[in-house]
């Protein structure tokens, strides 16, 4: 019945697709993203979080308690993404216990490089080719050869978020029906009628970067996240089937402006095992529930005090302003 709905519907977007985006009917870019996880291994994920330990701190913040949303007793996520939703997710756990969640559900839909085309193919296809992490006790386990109907029906999912390949991010024309249709599909999948779907945000290379890809942008670091933005602008931020966005671009740039630099990735793209993956955490969580982030007492191991305020800094300011670049205080 799914299916037949969905072939009506198709027809629809194909025509409000040359409104804005413009489709993307291949991904010339897929083969070079595909490098872009290689060093990612699921060792890695379920053993990062065995030397995270809690920091103690006070954040002082100038917002309103009242301008917060309450802390849900239950929080569901699942993320349809690649190895930088690997990132965002990675302390989320301990970020949204430490706010004082009770239920926490994380899932992650991975394919190592994969872009809104090549989700929207295996959405269609349905074929068994992504790796489902998922995490309900603060440690990631992993099932392999998951198709995608699976993850999306696993859970009641409260929020499910897309993102675009990181070398595409900033490339409107990489979007179109693709995005599209990829909405459409979960939209028809999901098992919680009431479930929220925000864009994931991505963020500039850093600047010495030897990423192939960086060449879209002409290798410089504030020409992709201005692209980036416009692209939010352009692409997502118009779409009624998408409720929000989180600002991890600007984030992370924010926090390039602070003492710490351009120093918050470990091989040029993806984000470091401690204070990058701590900022993305942190900014996953504050644009999904519009909760106060100062209060959380949780950060990784080798994350001090003064990193943890800035990181909370970077993370409130692009909340509050999640187009532009907020200089950070913390020089």
Not at 1 to 9: E, I, N, P, W
């Amino acid at each position: 019945m799914f299916r037949k709905l969905f072939a009506c519907l198709l027809a629809i977007l194909l025509c409000l697709s040359a409104l804005s985006c413009t489709p993307n009917d291949a991904d010339p870019k897929e083969t070079v993203t595909e490098t872009e996880t290689d060093t990612e291994t699921e060792t890695e994920t379920e053993t990062e979080t065995e030397t995270e330990t809690e920091t103690e701190t006070e954040t002082e913040t100038d917002e309103n308690p009242s301008d917060y949303n309450e802390v849900p007793k239950s929080l569901k996520i699942l993320a349809i993404g690649n190895s930088f939703s690997v990132d965002a997710m990675e302390y989320l756990y301990q970020v949204a216990e430490s706010a004082g969640v009770e239920e926490i559900v994380l899932g992650n839909l991975y394919i190592g490089g994969c872009s809104l085309a090549s989700h929207k193919k295996h959405a269609v296809n349905d074929d068994a080719a992504y790796t489902y992490y998922k995490n309900t006790s603060g440690h990631w386990s992993n099932t392999p050869n998951t198709p995608f109907s699976t993850g999306l029906k696993d859970e009641e999912w409260d929020v499910i978020t897309l993102q675009q390949v990181s070398n595409s991010s900033g490339l409107p024309e990489t979007y179109g029906t693709d995005l599209e249709v990829l909405l459409w599909y979960v939209e028809g999948m999901k098992t919680n009628e009431n479930a929220r779907t925000f864009w994931h945000m991505t963020w500039a290379y850093q600047q010495d970067s030897t990423h192939s890809a960086f060449a879209n942008y002409n290798k410089n670091q504030m020409t992709m996240y201005n692209r980036i933005v416009s692209t939010v602008q352009e692409c997502i931020l118009p779409h009624e089937m998408i409720d929000g966005v989180i600002p991890n671009g600007t984030a992370v740039q924010n926090a390039r402006t602070s003492y710490i630099g351009d120093n918050l990735t470990r091989d040029g793209y993806h984000m470091d095992k401690t204070l990058g993956r701590y900022i993305v955490a942190l900014t996953y969580f504050a644009a999904i529930t519009g909760c106060d982030i100062s209060n959380i007492s949780y950060a990784p191991n080798g994350v001090n005090a003064t990193a943890m305020a800035m990181a909370k800094a970077s993370v409130q300011d692009a909340i509050q302003t999640p187009d532009a670049v907020t200089p950070s205080i913390y020089k």
